[in-house]
C-alpha cells in the first residue's frame, strides 16, 4: 500500500507558538487527577529545588514527546500522531489454550485535541477523520466511538492494520469534534503465540508427566501491540482495568491486586477475574499471567506501607523459591530506604515461568522470571546466589526506575538499565552476601563494556531509534554495561551522598510521569554542583571512550609531574592518532594513587584537554603511580614500560586490589593486540602472577591465557606455549592438591576453592598436564563404581578427564546414559560441556550428532559445539559436519534468537587466527538470519588476531623458547 507523508513546514515564529499549544494542552489532558501531589512533600527535605518542580516537570515532559517536525516522514513514521490521547483502558480478554487463541474487547477513553493542539496533520477543519494506534498480528472485527455525555454512537467508517508501520488506522465520516472526550470500543482477537513476546505460550510438564501451558506476556519494549490495540508508547501513560475470562482451575495474576473473581454468565466452568485499577503508566509495563501455581507469602513494612509480597512457582517448586521471597524481602527494604519513597503498590508478586525470552520483566508489581535462573537448586552454589541476588534486585530497582519514573522515549533506555545495573552492585554489597562485589563489577561490567564497545561499529549510549527494530538494537551491553560503568564513575565523582540525593530528588520531581536523561543530569548538578551534564554528555553522546596514555613523568622536589595525553580507543589501528575521529574528547575523572599506598587514591583530576600536566604534591623519588585505582573509571591507560616493571612487585605481593592486578593484566593484553604494547611485556606481566590465590583474578589470567591459546594454536611453537601455561599454573595446583588432600577428598572445600580448583584443572587438562588428567581419571572411576564427586563445578573437570582417556568411547556412552538418567539440569549441562573434549574423530562425530538429537536441550547442544570447536581437531570435523547439516541447524536455530547467536558464535569466533575464517563467516551469514552484528564482530577479531600474529610471531616464539622446561625468565 502507498502511502504519502507530506508535511508542510510552518514558520520558526508559527512552530513555537504551534509547540507552545501543544505543551499547554497536553498538560491540562495528563495531569488533571495530579498524580504527583502524595509527593509534594518530600519535596521539603529539598527546598531550594521545590519551586523548579512542576514546570521543569512538564516542560520536560512534553519537550521529549518527539514533536519535531522537520524529522524524516519514513523514520518519524513509526511515532504516533497525537490527535488523541488515551487517559483510561478498560481491557477484557478471554484466552482459549485449546487452539492458543484468544479474543479480547477495549474501552480506551480518549481527549481529542483541538485542531491546534494535534500533530502530523490528522485533524482537519471538520475534526478528526482518523485516529491512528498500534496493533500488530491481531484481529480487529468491530470499533465504536462514543462521546461522552452523549448516547449518540458512531461505528467506524473504515479500518485496516498497516503490518509494516505497526499501526491500527481507524477513519470515522463524518469526522470527530475537536476537542472533545469519549471512548474507543474496539472488539479484536489474535493468537496465543510461541515467540516469547506479546502474549505467548509458555510449555510445562506437570505432575502426572503431560504437557501443559500457561499463558504470559512479555510487552516490553514494543509488544503490547500484539496483544491488543493501544498507544504503545512509553510517554503515553494511561490507567488500566484489566479483566481475564478463565477456567475456574487456573491462577491469574497481574499487576494489581484481584479486586473481584465472579462466575461467567454463560459457561459454568469459567469465571472472571477483575484486578484494581493500575497508576498511570506505560503499555510496555501491563503484565498478566494465566496458570496452575504454588506460591509463598511474606509482609514488608507495616501499616499504611505494608506490602504482600509472593513467589508464583510451578507446583511442588514452593521450597524453591524460598530464597527468591528472602531476597525480595532485602531488597525491597534496601530500595526503600535508598530512595527514601515508599513502594507505589501494596502487593509485589515475582512469578517464575518456563519460557521466558529474557531472565526476567520488570512489570509494575508483577515481575516475570526465566523460571531457570530464578529458583534455587538446592545445589546453588556462591555464583548463582548471586546472579539470583542481582537479578531480584535489579527488577525491584526498576519499579522506581521505570515504573514510577519512565523514559520519555526509548532513546533515554540506557539510563534506566544502566541506573539498576549499577544499583544491583550497591544492594547486594550492602548486604554483604559477597565480599567482592566491587571486583566482580569490574570484572563482569566494566571490562566488558570496554571489549564492547571498542569497535568502529560502536553506537553512541544515547542514539536516536524510530522503529521497533531499532529500538530493540539498543537492547544490548552499551546500554547496560557500559551505561552502568558510567553511572559508577559518575557516582565516584559526585560523591555518593549527591548521588542518592539527587536520584531522590528526581524520582520526586517526574514521579509517575516520564523524563529523560538530561532531566536526571541537570537534577544530579543541581544538588552536586559539579558538570554533570558537559561530563556525562562527553560519554553518552559519542561513540568509543578515550585511551590516556602517560607521556611523561618526572620528580621535581617532592612532586610528581605527569603530562597526560588523551585520544579515541581505537582497534583498527595502533597508530590511532592518525584516525580523524580521534579528535573526540572527554571529561574523564582520573584518580591516582602511589606506591606507598596503592589502594587509595591521594588525588583526582578532571582530564578535559587533549594534553594535559597535572601535579601530585608529596610524592618521594622511590614512588610509582597508578592510574584509575579500582577501576572506577571507563578508559584505559597505556603506561611507560618502566612503570609496567613496578607494577609487577605490587602484582606478586598482592599489594593492589585483585581488580588493579587483573585490570592491569587485561589492559596490556588487550594493548598488547593491537600492537600499542608488547606482547613480550604481555608474557611478562603473566608470569608474576604465580603466587596469586585469588579466585576473580585467576578468571581473568585464564581469559588472557585462552585467548593466547587460540593465538597459538597452529604454531610450530604451541607445545611450548603450553609448557609456559603449565609453569605459570603450577604452583596453584599444587596448592589445590595440597588442600584436597588435607580436607579428606575435598568434602570440606569452600565454595571458592572449588571454582578454582575447577578453573586451574580445565586449563591444565587443555595444555596436556598429565598428572592432572590421571586425577581426573580417577575420580571418574571412582564415580562410576558409585563414589561421590564433591563440588558440583569438578564434576566438569572429572568428566572432561575421562573424555581423554583411551577409553573415550565406553566413557562417552557412559556420559550419554547420565545424560538421560539425570534429572538436575546442571549435572545435564556439565555432561554436555565434558563430550566435546575428546581427540577421537569417530567419536567426536557421534558427540555431534547427540547434539542434534532431539533428546538434548539447545542450551546444552551450543555447549557440545563450543567444547569441539576449541582444538584444531574438533574445528576441522566440526565445520565440516556443520555444513553438511546445515539445514538441521536452520531448523534449530533461527531469527537471531539467543541461543542461535550463541550456537552461531561457537562456530565461528575458534577460527579467528584462520584463513578460512572469510569463507566460513559468508555461509554463516547466508544461511542464517540476524547474526550480522556477531559476524561484523568476529570478521573485526579475526583481522586483529591475523595482524598480531603477523606482528610478533618471531618475538613470540623466541620469548617461548626456554620454556619446554617450564623455567620462569624476567623481562623487565
Known sequence: MERQFKIKNPTPRCRRRHHRQIRSTLTDIQFLDDPEAPFNGMLQCFPQLLSK??????????????????????RIGYRLPYGAIPTHYTLSLKPHFHNFTFEGCVIIKLNILPREGSTKMNITKEGLRTITLNALDIDVNKVIWTEEFKLKKQEAMEYFVDSELERLVLTFDPPLPTPCKGSLRINFGGKINDSQSGFYRSKYTSDFGSELYCGVTRFEPTSARKCFPCWDEPSIKAKFDLSLIISKHLT??????????VPHRTDPTLHIVEFDTTPRMSTYLLAFVIGEFDFLEARIGEGSEEVKMRVYTPFGMARNGELAINLGRCFLYFYRQYF???????????????SHAIKAMENLGLLVFRERGFLQDEENDL????????????????????????MSWWTSLWLNEALVTFLEYVSVAYFEIDDQMWTRFVSDVTLVGLENDASRRSIPIEVSVYSPAEINDIFEIISYEKGASIIRMLEEYIGDEHFRNGLQVYLIRFAYGNASSMDLLKTLEEVSGKPVINLVSSWT??????????????????????????????????????????????????????????????KEVLMDKRIQKFIIQNVSENDWFLLNPGFVGFYRVKYPTEILGCFLQAIRTKSIFPEDRFGLLNELYVLASLGISSTIELLTMLEAFTEEDDYLVWEQIDA?????????????????FQSFTRMIYRKIYKQLCQEAEDTDTDTDTSIMTEKLRELIFHRLLFSDHQECLQQGLMRFRRWLSGGLLHGRDFNRIVFQSAMLSPEDDVVFLTLIRKYRECEKETEKQYIAQALGFTQNEVILLSVLDF???????????VSIIEAVM?????????????????????????????????????????????DKLSEILQFVHHHFQGIEKTCQQIHDKGQIYSNWLKRERTKISDYLIPFENEIPLNYF
Open 851 to 861: 547434539g542434534l538429537s532431539d533428546s538434548i536441550r539447545l542450551e546444552d547442544t
Open 252 to 261: 491469574a495474576l497481574s499487576n494489581m491486586p484481584v479486586r473481584v473473581i
Open 704 to 720: 588472557v591465557v585462552q585467548s593466547l591459546d587460540l593465538l597459538l594454536q597452529e604454531t610450530d611453537f604451541y607445545s611450548k
Open 340 to 354: 527514601n519513597i515508599p513502594y507505589p503498590l501494596k502487593k509485589l508478586d515475582m512469578v517464575a515461568v518456563t
Open 383 to 406: 555464583d548463582e546466589l548471586i546472579d539470583i541476588s542481582q537479578l531480584v534486585s535489579r527488577e525491584i530497582a526498576h519499579q522506581w526506575l521505570g515504573n514510577l519514573v519512565t
Open 541 to 602: 553522546q559519542q561513540a568509543g571512550f578515550p585511551l590516556v596514555r602517560v607521556v611523561s613523568f618526572r620528580h621535581e622536589r617532592s612532586n610528581l609531574v605527569l603530562v597526560l595525553h588523551q585520544e579515541l580507543f581505537c582497534p583498527e589501528a595502533a597508530s590511532m592518532s592518525e584516525k580523524p575521529h580521534s579528535r573526540r574528547l572527554w571529561m574523564i575523572p582520573i584518580q591516582i594513587s602511589i606506591g606507598t599506598n596503592p589502594t587509595k587514591p591521594i
Open 870 to 914: 576449541q582444538t584444531s581437531i574438533g574445528r576441522r570435523i566440526g565445520w565440516d559436519f556443520f555444513r553438511e547439516n546445515v539445514t538441521t541447524f536452520q531448523s534449530r536455530f533461527h531469527g537471531g534468537t539467543q541461543h542461535s547467536i550463541k550456537c552461531m558464535t561457537a562456530i565461528m569466533e575458534y577460527f579467528v587466527p584462520d
Open 53 to 74: 518542580k512542576l514546570s521543569h516537570s512538564r516542560r520536560t515532559l512534553r519537550s521529549n514527546m518527539g514533536f519535531t517536525i522537520e524529522e524524516s516522514s519514513l
